[in-house]
């Protein structure tokens, strides 16, 4: 079984943004993916912002198929509402940053307030990683640091130029978890299960903007072991979720 711990449906016509979940689901189907977490592409910044409720409506419609993570501005005074919100009522399983996008740093004050109340609920959160200043892995670090009860995971393995960072904020955090999507290197897949373990790497296609079809092929072309290989496709985020609480 394949599960995609990382893909984006949303709509904003300003933007030129049009990927509602049926957008996504023939690729996942083409792919073999049998089930999916699904974020906003923009931060809610409000109880009531239409990102956080089109991402609600898409599990509704689709509870076989996919689940939700909260894509949140922790910048927002209302970051910490939107989080109770999205984890108790509409019983989401994670917390998405990007903190690129709403200019806040990782280990900011905001943020690890955030990263620690997501803690209480022992939900995973998701840091988009890359190669620009407020996405580093070293600044990804430090919020591991920072807080070390919390399950951290680097998008993309740092993206295209920081892969070796990323891997060893991995080596240095045992609460960093790493993600395949994006990056386009099979090889630092092998790499990365070699240092860190298979058990804290996750398959991820970053769909529908990536191809998930091409992003399993990529895992694929890495030549893990049985076992490792079952564990990046979908036993460590089942693990992951299966620990996810409702109620705190």
């Known amino acids: 079984m394949i599960i995609d711990s990382h ?3 949303d709509e904003v016509e300003s933007w030129g943004w049009f990927d509602p979940p049926e957008v996504l ?10 089930k999916a977490i699904i974020m906003s592409c923009r931060d809610a910044s409000t109880p009531s912002d239409p990102a956080l409720q089109f991402v609600k409506n898409a599990v509704d419609k689709y509870p ?30 994670g917390v998405k940053l990007h903190p690129v996008s709403y200019v806040g740093y990782p280990y ?74 994006g990056m386009p290197y099979p090889g630092i897949i092998a790499e990365a299960v070699e240092r860190i373990g298979s058990e804290r790497v996750l398959f991820a296609s970053d769909g529908p903007g990536c191809l998930p ?23 460590n985020i089942l693990r992951i979720l299966q620990k996810v609480k409702h109620r705190v």
Not at 25 to 34: C, K, T
């Open 7 to 9: 893909t984006h449906v």
């Open 25 to 34: 689901l023939p690729l996942l189907d083409q792919a073999q993916i049998a």
């Open 64 to 93: 076989e198929w996919l689940i939700g993570y909260v894509r949140i501005d922790a910048e927002s005074p209302h970051a910490p509402e939107i989080l109770d919100l999205a984890l108790q009522e509409y019983e989401f399983k």
């Open 108 to 181: 900011g004050e905001n943020t690890i307030q955030l990263i620690h109340r997501a803690s209480e609920y022992q939900a995973p959160v998701l840091f988009h990683s890359g190669d620009e200043l407020l996405s580093l892995s070293q600044e990804l670090a430090e919020a591991a640091r920072l807080c070390p009860e919390a399950t951290l995971i680097l998008a993309h393995i740092g993206g295209y130029y920081h892969c070796e960072a990323a891997i060893q904020a991995a080596e240095q955090h045992e609460n960093i978890y790493l993600d395949t999507s």
């Open 213 to 235: 079809e091409l992003e399993v092929a990529k895992v694929k072309m890495a030549d893990l072991e049985p076992e490792a290989e079952a564990n990046v496709f979908s036993k």
